[in-house]
């Protein structure tokens, strides 16, 4: 895209734009984020190509990687194209990395639409699972499709024709869409020429056909194939000659000016409205669209070439998870599992429990309920007096958020920091902001131009013991959300613990983001963006130290991401003194493992299989010490500078060793699910040597199921 290219809003515009950071320039000793983005995303894929994964899982990993690529468009390529617009960094630079997101991206989307369309699909229908699309409608199908046309979708079309009385619609972002070419003359007696169609939101993007229209048992059709099948409808004696699907992908970050704001929710609300219609940065479109059609979206939409994506498909993979959802075949599917409760878990007092041990929980191989219960239990307990959490993501339906709610309702004191920022999941917190304040719970939303990621709750509990009453509290830490849905899905830990300095350290942290004031220092706690930076940095430059004495050196990490250039270095570093350094990174990896002379002594491989690998695990050798810190904070610069995050140390020796064993060796170990990287940040499945061990399958069949597991 040139850098002449519009500006849709110049006020909202100017202060995107003075946001924005210049892209760093290309460094021989880190790979570039974008493309270690796409890179994931071809792992993804591979899962999907995977014959040995469940067809409708198989079918699932594919939808994910449609999400994943409009969240590149949306955020990482919406920046760099605001970076180009505004001159800031090189340009040229700036192009160069565009082009190649493109050359791949459109890559990694010719793959996707190759494997639906010749593998998946036609698979899915030797089970009797059928698309009915388009073309093939036998007179059944055509006469179901017509009155669901008429009775549902009909009434909420509004074709809208291009001429000088009708300009071009404004497109909300990601939606589907038609153009549609014609011929002849309307009612005026005007030449008709394009109209297009916008398909309402209100309704779902795939439809179950019954099975005695469909002839089939679990049959499925597009709402794009029955707006097409009979669009010439909305053009009564006109004739069609052609309609398409398109789809386009805006600029959806938000932006709030950190001095100007006054009032936060406010402000955010305001940019959510907007948030449908930011600047353009993608055009799919249907494979046969005529390219004077493309031209002309292409032009309405200011954009390029290279920015138009010719699908053979739909133009939105992410509708089949829909399709996932209305297939009720398990054996398509991966078997289900029973998350286990430890066994000092299932005791009545929970509150007992966690005082006599620190209790730890690794999900989703054991249930998330005791976390649940926790909060619930206390809202319902008279002896608690106060509860206090930090949300980032939680859901629309949210037993815990409730369970505040109660609480609060009962008159217990309770205070929440909620984030709003939390990327696409604005609106649901602003809701769940809203109720929690009309139960009179205290509502803060942590500290502006700092995301509150960090995740926390705890309870204060008034309790008798030996003649004497005085508060406690109880703590619950952990690397992920407190969200029920995705606990199933997300591969977290979590600590409950009443340990006097943590919950002190908690009491803190909770301090600095409800009121003003200096910071206090932490007992045992990290905290970004003030310690916990520093403590990586001494971490791996002890293990350098000792690596340099001649002692044992070794250290391990299991993060989502890597991108930090002094945490790389001084990793880098670390390889040169001698440490042993093993990287578990699940997604965009930065640094260069394997380089003669800068990082030979560093393995980087990523796990992709059933669950979303999540935890953050830090491990030191530290002279046989074990220091091993669980953390919400990834090692990129905006966990480490500009968000609120913990990094809690995991003390109790048999606890360390599961987290050791369980974050890290056991990943060390795969050899089914594993990718190993290179130096130029390629990556090749790991080479099966003799058993197969799956880090994923060997969690479940350990933690899993109805009988006890370790504490």
């Known amino acids: 895209m040139s850098a002449a290219r519009k500006v849709t809003d110049p006020s909202r515009s100017k202060g995107k734009l003075a946001r924005t950071r210049a892209k760093p320039r290309p460094d021989a000793r880190l790979l570039d984020r974008e493309l270690g983005i796409l890179a994931f995303n071809e792992r993804v894929l591979a899962q999907a190509e995977d014959e040995s994964v469940p067809l409708l899982e198989r079918l699932r990993f594919l939808t994910i990687v449609s999400s994943n690529l409009d969240e590149l468009f949306e955020i990482r ?84 024709a291009l001429d000088p009385a009708h300009p071009f619609p404004r497109i909300l972002n990601k939606s589907l869409n038609f153009v549609v070419e014609l011929q002849g003359h309307d009612a005026f007696g005007r030449k008709a020429g394009i109209a297009i169609v916008q398909a309402p939101r209100a309704l779902p993007r795939m439809l179950r056909v019954p099975p005695e229209v469909g002839g089939t048992p679990h049959g499925v059709m597009p709402l794009a194939s029955i707006v097409e099948g009979f669009v010439d409808r909305l053009f009564p004696g006109l004739v069609v000659r052609s309609a398409h699907q398109f789809r386009l992908t805006r600029n959806s970050d938000l932006f709030v000016d950190d001095e100007e704001v006054t009032d936060l929710r406010a402000a955010l609300q305001g940019e959510l409205v907007q948030r449908q219609y930011g600047d353009e940065v993608r055009l799919e479109v249907s494979a046969g669209t005529p390219n004077v059609l493309v031209a002309r979206l292409l032009r309405e939409f200011d954009l390029e070439e290279q920015d138009c994506y010719r699908v053979d498909g739909p133009v939105n993979l992410v509708r089949f998870q829909q399709m996932i959802d209305l297939v009720d075949l398990p054996q398509l599917k991966y078997p289900p599992f029973e998350p286990s409760v430890p066994a000092v878990l299932r005791e009545k007092d929970l509150f007992g429990a966690i005082r006599k041990r620190d209790i730890l929980v690794h999900h989703p191989y054991e249930s998330f309920a005791p976390v649940m219960e926790f909060l619930v239990s206390a809202a319902r307990d008279p002896r608690v007096v106060a509860i206090k959490q930090t949300v980032y993501r939680t859901g629309a339906d949210s037993a815990l958020m409730q369970a505040l709610i109660d609480a609060a309702h009962a008159g217990k004191e309770v205070t929440v920091v909620v984030e709003l920022m939390a990327r696409f999941d604005e609106q649901t917190n602003i809701d769940w902001a809203a109720k929690l304040e009309q139960a009179g719970a205290h509502v803060v939303y942590g500290v502006v131009g700092h995301k509150t990621h960090a995740k926390m709750a705890m309870v204060l509990r008034r309790e008798t013991a030996k003649g004497a009453t005085a508060l406690r509290r109880y703590v619950h830490l952990g690397t992920g959300n407190y969200h029920p849905g995705t606990a199933r899905l997300y591969e977290d830990f979590g600590l409950f613990t009443s340990n006097e300095d943590i919950c002190a350290d908690v009491h803190e942290v909770f301090r600095r983001l409800t009121g003003p004031g200096q910071r206090g220092a932490l007992r045992l706690l990290v905290q970004a963006p003030f310690s916990l930076h520093e403590m990586l940095l001494a971490s791996i430059r002890r293990e350098a130290a000792n690596a340099r004495a001649g002692k044992k050196a070794y250290l391990a990490a299991k993060i989502n991401a890597l991108l930090e250039p002094s945490v790389i270095d001084a990793l880098y570093e670390a390889s040169a003194a001698g440490v042993k350094v093993d990287l578990i990174v699940r997604g965009v990896c930065a640094l260069r493992p394997g380089v003669p002379k800068l990082s030979e002594n560093i393995a980087v491989r990523s796990i992709v299989g059933r669950f979303l690998e999540h935890s953050r695990v830090f491990y030191f050798y530290n002279g046989g010490k074990k220091d091993v810190w669980l953390s919400s904070a990834d090692w990129m610069d905006r966990n480490l500078f500009r968000r609120v995050e913990i990094a809690f140390p995991v003390r109790e020796r048999k606890l360390r060793e599961r987290v050791i064993e369980e974050g890290i060796e056991v990943h060390l170990r795969d050899n089914v699910d594993a990718w190993i990287m290179d130096g130029d940040g390629r990556y090749r499945r790991r080479r099966r040597r003799g058993k197969a061990v799956a880090a994923q399958a060997t969690l479940l069949a350990r933690l899993a199921g109805a009988g006890s597991s370790p504490a």
Request: charged residues 25%; without cysteine; glycine residues 10%.
């Open 77 to 160: 390529v919406a920046e760099l194209e605001e970076l180009l617009l505004a001159g800031r960094g090189d340009g040229a630079a700036l192009r160069r990395s565009l082009a190649a997101i493109h050359e791949r991206a459109r890559r990694l989307v010719a793959r996707q639409y190759e494997l639906l369309g010749r593998t998946i699909l036609p698979q899915l229908a030797a089970h009797g699972v059928a698309v009915h699309g388009g073309s093939g409608w036998n007179d059944p199908l055509r006469q179901w499709a017509w009155k669901v046309f008429e009775a549902e979708i009909e009434p909420l079309l509004t074709p809208i």
